[in-house]
């Protein structure tokens, strides 16, 4: 059961929120095969003057699972992660950053 910290700043709405929370989760059921009901995260959300990051909506994924997934199951993972990150924060550059779960 792995444990997904998302870290944004204060000022999002509850849809854009509930929106990273859900797909996050959907990324974890396909890619790792969790059940869906097996469900542990946390949102933390920063000042703007507390929190620093590229483009003008930062948000930092950090996903704790246990060892042993090779790096077939991340690819997934990684590539729903982009996915989940673009569609709640529509972006105005391609530049393809690196999700947590690369590792």
Same mark, same amino acid.
């Given at each position: 059961?792995?444990?997904?910290?998302?870290?944004?700043?204060?000022?999002? #709405?509850?849809?854009?929120?509930? %929106?990273?929370?859900? $797909?996050?989760? $959907?990324?974890?059921? /396909? %890619?790792?095969?969790?059940?869906?009901?097996?469900?542990?995260?946390?949102?933390?959300?920063?000042?703007?003057?507390?929190?620093? +990051?590229? +483009?003008? %909506?930062?948000?930092?994924?950090?996903?704790?699972?246990? #060892? $042993?997934? #090779?790096?077939?199951?991340? /690819?997934?993972?990684?590539?729903? =992660?982009?996915?989940?990150?673009? +569609?709640?924060?529509?972006? #105005?550059?391609?530049?393809? /950053?690196? =999700?947590?779960?690369? +590792?």
């Amino acid at each position: 059961m792995p444990l997904v910290y998302i870290d944004i700043r204060k000022g999002h #709405s509850p849809e854009y929120k509930r %929106a990273i929370l859900d $797909g996050l989760h $959907g990324a974890l059921v /396909e %890619a790792f095969k969790i059940p869906d009901h097996d469900r542990q995260q946390i949102l933390r959300e920063h000042a703007p003057e507390d929190f620093e +990051g590229r +483009g003008a %909506a930062p948000t930092i994924v950090s996903i704790t699972a246990f #060892s $042993g997934r #090779s790096r077939e199951a991340k /690819e997934p993972l990684e590539d729903s =992660c982009l996915k989940v990150r673009h +569609g709640a924060q529509p972006r #105005s550059s391609s530049r393809r /950053e690196r =999700c947590p779960a690369q +590792g």
